[in-house]
């Protein structure tokens, strides 16, 4: 008994492993440093972004899974998930996949190419590679086994949870000093879609085919609420006031506030949290 759990030691992704895929990364991210500050200022976005992610990943593994190998391979995920952003930008100078390239895609390509991950076994090889493909999926592909599709719902969660907050941060910054390709390039006007306000209306998350300008676009971040699978995750989103703080960016009237309020109740409720 003791010689197969050795064996099945061997057959895990271990610290010195995830050491190394950081010592990657980074390396990975300088390729794609620019003189340019605009340009830079995108690069430093997506590389933030990442460590951001990882830093949510963990939190939501530990607190769903006491397996230490679930742990190591959700912040590899993490780190990973966004591979694609940095020579999609490069080439393209967005990060709008309809106008590019599917960056999951290109992240998965790009790892498969550096063959970063050939010391684990292949079945980690696979799960890391898949994740990566489908985490900006708009549904997670059913055909997944059991095991992908849970690192799957906990990436989309740490994934989100930043990206909440660094567009935040960003609409909280003068235009000239935002991160240029963060909002797509839709233009900041006043207004936004009723077809948006439909879907939180509906518990539905909305699709960035609909949106047309920068207000529809915080209006589609909210509608990710309903795409959230942790309770965890639910709690961060509670504790750091996301629906609030996301909401003081857009128009003040009535038809916000009141979708504001059901996002929060839902919230709550998903969080297990009362006040």
């Known amino acids: 008994m003791r010689f197969i759990l050795e064996a099945i030691r061997e057959l895990e992704m271990k610290e010195e492993d995830l050491i190394y895929f950081k010592s990657w990364f980074s390396d990975f ?34 607190a769903h899974y006491i397996d230490p190998n679930d742990v190591l391979l959700a912040e590899a995920v993490a780190l990973f998930h966004d591979t694609g952003r940095f020579p999609q930008y490069a080439r393209w100078k967005t990060f709008r996949d309809a106008v590019s390239v599917n960056h999951g895609l290109l992240g998965a390509e790009t790892l498969l190419k550096e063959q970063v991950l050939v010391a684990l076994p292949a079945d980690e090889q696979t799960l890391i590679i898949q994740a990566v493909k489908y985490h900006n999926a708009y549904k997670i592909p059913a055909f997944q086994t059991a095991e992908t599709i849970k690192f799957l719902k906990m990436i989309r969660d740490a994934d989100k949870l930043d990206i ?74 509670n504790d750091r006031d996301y629906i609030a703080r996301i909401s003081e960016y857009l128009p003040r009237n009535d038809e916000i506030g009141e979708i504001t309020a059901a996002l929060t109740a839902h919230v709550r409720e998903k969080a297990a949290v009362s006040y």
């Not at 006043?190 to 529809?216: A, F, P």
Request: glycine share 4%; proline share 3%; hydrophobic share 40%.
């Open 29 to 62: 991210c300088a390729r794609y440093y620019f003189d340019d500050i605009d340009d830079q200022r995108n690069i430093t976005l997506k590389e933030q972004h990442t460590k951001n992610v990882c830093s949510n990943m963990v939190e939501i593994a530990r």
């Open 164 to 237: 909440w907050e660094v567009f935040i941060e960003l609409f909280s910054l003068p235009p000239e000093l935002r991160a240029s390709a963060a909002t797509l390039g839709f233009p900041d006007t006043d207004g936004y879609s009723g077809g948006l306000i439909t879907c939180i209306k509906d518990k539905r998350i909305g699709n960035l085919k609909n949106v047309r300008s920068v207000n529809d676009y915080k209006i589609l971040l909210l509608t990710w609420i309903f795409d959230i699978n942790y309770e965890k995750s639910f709690r961060l989103i």
